[in-house]
C-alpha cells in the first residue's frame, strides 16, 4: 500500500470515521452556533433596543437588513477566498471579525451606528458559515456527507434558540447589551481553539505540492497505515457556466420555481425570525416570554431536519413539501391569534420553525438533485442568492406592516402568504419536468 497512489477522496470513503474527523465537525458546529447566536440577538433585544433608542414601531428594520445585506455580500465576496487561501484561515477570520463586531454592538448608542455594525459583523457571518459546511462535507464520507452537512446546520438552530433563552435571562437583570456583550464574549472564547485544533481541508492540501508534508501528517492521523503513500491530486475538472445556461435545456421552469421556492421561504422565515419578539410583546407578553416563544422557530426547525429528509427522499419533495409548506402557512396565520396565551403561541411558532426551517434544508438538496453535476454548484448557489434577497425584503415588508400598526392578525395572515406561494410552485413543479422529483 505504502507505493501506491491514492487520492484524498478515497481515504475519506474507505475508512471509518476518526478523531481527526471528529473534531472538524464538533469545531465547524461550535462555529455555526455561535454564528446562530450572533444572527439571531438583534432580533431577541429588537423590543428593548427599540425603547431606548426612542425609534417608532418597525424602526429597526433597517438594521435588520443591513445584518441581513452583510449576511449576502459575505458570502458572495469573502466566502470564495477559501479557494485560493484554504478554509481554515476564513473560518478562524470570519469568526474573529464577527465575534469582534457582536462585542461592539453592546456599545452602540445610536441608530446610524448599530446600522453600521451590524452590516459590518454580517460580512463575517456571511462568510463563516458557507466554509464551516465546505470543511465539514470534505472531512466527510460521500455516503455520509449530506447527514453530516444536516447535522451541522442544527447547530445554526441550536444557536438561535438558544440566543432567546440567554436574552430572557439577561434581560431580565441587566440591559440589553449583555446580550451582545456574552454572545460576542463566546464567540471570541472559540477562536484559539479554531486556531489550535481546526485543520485545513485535505482536499486543499492536496492541490498545493508544497504543502505534501503538511497533507500526509493530517492522512496518518486518519489512518497510520498510509503515512507512506503518495496522494494523488483530487481536484475534479468543472465546467464553469453563467447564469443563463440555468435556462438552457428546458430547465428554466424548474430554475424559476425554486427561485420563486427559495425567494418566499426565507422571506418568511427571517421575517418571523427578525419581528416575532416585537409583535408577540405587542400582543400582551413580556419580553422575556416573547423572547422564549421565539425560540420555538429554531427549536421546531431542528426537529423538522431529522423528520423530513427520510419523507422527502421516499416521497419525493414535490409531494411533501407542499403539505409542509399549507402546515407553516396555518401555523403562521394562527400565531396572530394566539393573543396572550403562552402554549398556543409556543405551539403556532413551533409549527411555523418546523415548516419553513425543515423546507429550507430541503430545498438545497432539491436544488442540488435538479441539476446535473457541471451546473450543481451555480444553481445552488443561485438559488440561495435570490433567497437572501427574499431575506431582506421580509424583514422590511414586517417593519412597515408594524410601522403602519397593522392589525397583529391581519400581520401574520399576511405573513402566512409567502408560504402558500411556495406550496403552490412545488405542486407546479410536479408537471413536466419537475415531475420527475415525485418519486
Same mark, same amino acid.
Given at each position: 500500500?505504502? !507505493?501506491?497512489?491514492? +487520492?484524498?477522496? $478515497?481515504?475519506?470513503?474507505?475508512?471509518?470515521?476518526?478523531?481527526?474527523?471528529?473534531?472538524?465537525?464538533?469545531? /465547524?458546529?461550535?462555529?455555526?452556533?455561535?454564528?446562530?447566536?450572533?444572527?439571531?440577538?438583534?432580533?431577541?433585544?429588537?423590543?428593548?433596543? !427599540?425603547?431606548?433608542?426612542?425609534?417608532?414601531?418597525?424602526?429597526?428594520?433597517?438594521?435588520?437588513?443591513? %445584518?441581513?445585506?452583510?449576511?449576502?455580500?459575505?458570502?458572495?465576496?469573502?466566502?470564495?477566498?477559501?479557494?485560493?487561501?484554504?478554509?481554515?484561515?476564513?473560518?478562524?477570520? =470570519?469568526?474573529?471579525?464577527?465575534?469582534?463586531?457582536?462585542?461592539?454592538?453592546?456599545?452602540?448608542?445610536?441608530?446610524?451606528?448599530?446600522?453600521?455594525?451590524?452590516?459590518?459583523?454580517?460580512?463575517?457571518?456571511?462568510?463563516? @458559515?458557507?466554509?464551516?459546511?465546505?470543511?465539514?462535507?470534505?472531512? +466527510?464520507?460521500?455516503?455520509?456527507?449530506?447527514? !453530516?452537512?444536516?447535522?451541522? @446546520? /442544527?447547530?445554526?438552530?441550536?444557536?438561535?434558540?438558544?440566543?432567546?433563552?440567554?436574552?430572557?435571562?439577561?434581560?431580565?437583570?441587566?440591559?440589553?447589551?449583555?446580550?451582545?456583550?456574552?454572545?460576542?464574549?463566546?464567540?471570541?472564547?472559540?477562536?484559539?481553539?479554531?486556531?489550535?485544533?481546526?485543520?485545513? =481541508?485535505?482536499?486543499?492540501?492536496?492541490?498545493?505540492? $508544497?504543502?505534501?508534508?503538511?497533507?500526509?501528517?493530517?492522512?496518518?492521523?486518519?489512518?497510520?497505515?498510509?503515512?507512506?503513500?503518495?496522494?494523488?491530486?483530487?481536484?475534479?475538472?468543472?465546467?464553469?457556466?453563467?447564469?443563463?445556461?440555468?435556462?438552457?435545456?428546458?430547465?428554466?421552469?424548474?430554475?424559476?420555481?425554486?427561485?420563486?421556492?427559495?425567494?418566499?421561504?426565507?422571506? $418568511?422565515?427571517?421575517?418571523?425570525?427578525?419581528?416575532?419578539?416585537?409583535?408577540?410583546?405587542?400582543?400582551?407578553? !413580556?419580553?422575556?416570554?416573547?423572547?422564549? /416563544?421565539?425560540? @420555538?422557530?429554531?427549536?421546531?426547525?431542528?426537529?423538522?431536519?431529522?423528520?423530513?429528509?427520510?419523507?422527502?427522499?421516499?416521497?419525493?419533495?414535490?409531494?411533501?413539501?407542499?403539505?409542509?409548506?399549507?402546515?407553516?402557512?396555518?401555523?403562521?396565520?394562527?400565531?396572530?391569534?394566539?393573543?396572550? =396565551?403562552?402554549?398556543?403561541?409556543?405551539?403556532?411558532?413551533?409549527?411555523?420553525?418546523?415548516?419553513?426551517?425543515?423546507?429550507?434544508? /430541503?430545498?438545497?438538496?432539491?436544488?442540488?438533485?435538479?441539476?446535473?453535476?457541471?451546473?450543481?454548484?451555480?444553481?445552488?448557489?443561485?438559488?440561495?442568492?435570490?433567497?437572501?434577497?427574499?431575506?431582506?425584503?421580509?424583514?422590511?415588508?414586517?417593519?412597515?406592516?408594524?410601522?403602519?400598526?397593522? $392589525?397583529?392578525?391581519?400581520?401574520?395572515?399576511? +405573513?402566512?402568504?409567502?408560504?402558500?406561494?411556495?406550496?403552490?410552485?412545488?405542486?407546479?413543479?410536479?408537471? %413536466?419536468?419537475?415531475?420527475?422529483?415525485?418519486?
Amino acid at each position: 500500500m505504502s !507505493s501506491a497512489t491514492i +487520492s484524498v477522496t $478515497d481515504v475519506i470513503d474507505w475508512r471509518p470515521i476518526g478523531a481527526l474527523q471528529w473534531s472538524v465537525f464538533l469545531l /465547524c458546529g461550535l462555529a455555526v452556533f455561535v454564528d446562530g447566536f450572533d444572527t439571531q440577538a438583534i432580533g431577541y433585544v429588537a423590543p428593548v433596543l !427599540s425603547k431606548e433608542l426612542k425609534l417608532p414601531p418597525g424602526g429597526l428594520g433597517p438594521v435588520f437588513a443591513a %445584518g441581513l445585506a452583510g449576511l449576502a455580500l459575505g458570502a458572495f465576496f469573502l466566502a470564495p477566498l477559501a479557494d485560493r487561501i484554504g478554509r481554515r484561515p476564513v473560518i478562524v477570520w =470570519s469568526v474573529l471579525a464577527f465575534g469582534l463586531l457582536t462585542l461592539v454592538t453592546g456599545f452602540c448608542n445610536d441608530f446610524f451606528t448599530l446600522l453600521l455594525v451590524r452590516l459590518a459583523a454580517g460580512l463575517g457571518l456571511g462568510a463563516a @458559515m458557507p466554509n464551516a459546511i465546505t470543511l465539514t462535507a470534505e472531512y +466527510s464520507p460521500q455516503r455520509r456527507r449530506g447527514t !453530516s452537512v444536516a447535522l451541522l @446546520m /442544527c447547530g445554526f438552530g441550536l444557536g438561535s434558540a438558544s440566543g432567546g433563552a440567554v436574552a430572557a435571562r439577561l434581560l431580565e437583570s441587566f440591559s440589553w447589551r449583555w446580550v451582545f456583550f456574552v454572545g460576542g464574549a463566546v464567540t471570541l472564547l472559540l477562536v484559539p481553539m479554531l486556531i489550535v485544533f481546526l485543520p485545513e =481541508s485535505l482536499r486543499f492540501l492536496s492541490f498545493l505540492p $508544497d504543502e505534501a508534508a503538511r497533507l500526509s501528517r493530517l492522512m496518518t492521523r486518519i489512518d497510520p497505515a498510509i503515512s507512506a503513500t503518495r496522494f494523488a491530486a483530487t481536484k475534479e475538472a468543472t465546467k464553469r457556466l453563467q447564469v443563463c445556461e440555468l435556462f438552457a435545456h428546458g430547465q428554466a421552469g424548474v430554475t424559476i420555481l425554486l427561485w420563486v421556492i427559495f425567494f418566499m421561504n426565507l422571506l $418568511d422565515l427571517y421575517l418571523l425570525a427578525n419581528w416575532l419578539p416585537t409583535a408577540i410583546h405587542d400582543a400582551g407578553l !413580556s419580553v422575556g416570554v416573547a423572547a422564549l /416563544c421565539t425560540a @420555538m422557530l429554531q427549536i421546531g426547525g431542528i426537529i423538522a431536519s431529522f423528520a423530513l429528509g427520510p419523507l422527502v427522499d421516499r416521497f419525493g419533495p414535490t409531494l411533501v413539501l407542499p403539505v409542509i409548506y399549507v402546515f407553516g402557512a396555518v401555523s403562521i396565520a394562527l400565531i396572530g391569534f394566539a393573543g396572550t =396565551s403562552v402554549a398556543f403561541t409556543v405551539a403556532a411558532v413551533f409549527g411555523a420553525g418546523f415548516a419553513l426551517v425543515g423546507s429550507q434544508n /430541503c430545498n438545497n438538496g432539491v436544488a442540488a438533485k435538479v441539476y446535473p453535476t457541471e451546473v450543481r454548484a451555480t444553481a445552488v448557489g443561485w438559488a440561495n442568492a435570490v433567497g437572501r434577497i427574499g431575506s431582506i425584503v421580509g424583514p422590511t415588508i414586517g417593519g412597515i406592516m408594524l410601522g403602519l400598526h397593522a $392589525d397583529i392578525r391581519s400581520v401574520f395572515i399576511a +405573513s402566512a402568504v409567502p408560504a402558500l406561494i411556495a406550496a403552490l410552485a412545488y405542486l407546479t413543479m410536479r408537471r %413536466g419536468r419537475g415531475a420527475q422529483l415525485a418519486n
